[in-house]
């Protein structure tokens, strides 16, 4: 049986570029799993099957329906369990550290990057309501916050050091090998990726290389997506 997500989409239904969205692809394609993504907007949260958040990523498998990338995860792991997302307690523990981090320092970076793009990518009945939700919440019109993003991305740049020493050590931050800490991680860069041509990294940055190496796995899954649209 395959399984199905409800995956946000663009005013393209194959532009996809939710971060959680892409945590439960890549997850999925860990082990080995077939996915149906189902295309979703922000206006549609009466099409999402129960019970959900109002927000995607949301799985069906088969009778059950598991809402929010964690607990995804977690389902996942518990059913379908090799190969893990999380070889340990320890190492689940580790990615949870790994997600507060990705979303409460890098995420807000990447908005403030790159909020004006989304809102352009955006099916247009998705447009208002975004713009009405995000400027309300970040206290200033879409353009004003994206205005100083060339300086919002050196803070962004100095954010990632702490990643770039990891990865001098290791090739990926679950070892020798990725896993689901990697896969949040890397969901922020496909989600600039998909969000904006504004690039974060300098082509030079170590977690370009590593980011490179998750765009290729799983035969080019991650590469093949359509990135910002023209």
Request: glycine share 4%.
């Amino acid at each position: 049986m395959r399984l199905v997500m409800y995956d946000l989409a663009g005013a393209d239904d194959r532009h996809r570029f939710s971060p959680y969205c892409w945590r439960t692809r890549m997850a999925c394609a860990h082990k080995g799993l077939a996915l149906d993504a189902v295309s979703w907007r922000f206006t549609e949260k009466d099409q999402l099957p129960q019970p959900n958040t109002g927000t995607v990523p949301v799985l069906v498998d088969g009778d059950t329906v598991v809402a929010d990338s964690w607990n995804i995860a977690a389902y996942l792991d518990q059913h379908y369990p090799q190969p893990p997302l999380f070889d340990s307690p320890a190492a689940r523990s580790e990615a949870l550290l790994i997600k507060y981090w990705t979303e409460r320092t890098l995420h807000p970076f990447v908005t403030r990057m790159a909020v004006s793009d989304i809102w352009r990518a955006l099916h247009p009945k998705d447009q208002p309501y975004f713009r009405e939700s995000r400027e309300k919440r970040l206290g200033a019109t879409l353009e004003q916050v994206t205005a100083n993003r060339a300086q919002t991305r050196v803070k962004f740049r100095e954010a990632l050091e702490p990643l770039r020493a990891m990865l001098a050590e290791q090739p990926f931050i679950c070892g020798a090998s990725p896993a689901y800490a990697d896969y949040i991680v890397f969901s922020l860069f496909m989600w600039a990726r998909g969000a904006s041509r504004f690039e974060l990294l300098e082509p030079t940055d170590p977690v370009g290389a590593w980011r490179q190496k998750l765009l290729d796995l799983y035969d080019g899954l991650a590469d093949k997506a359509p990135p910002y649209p023209a």
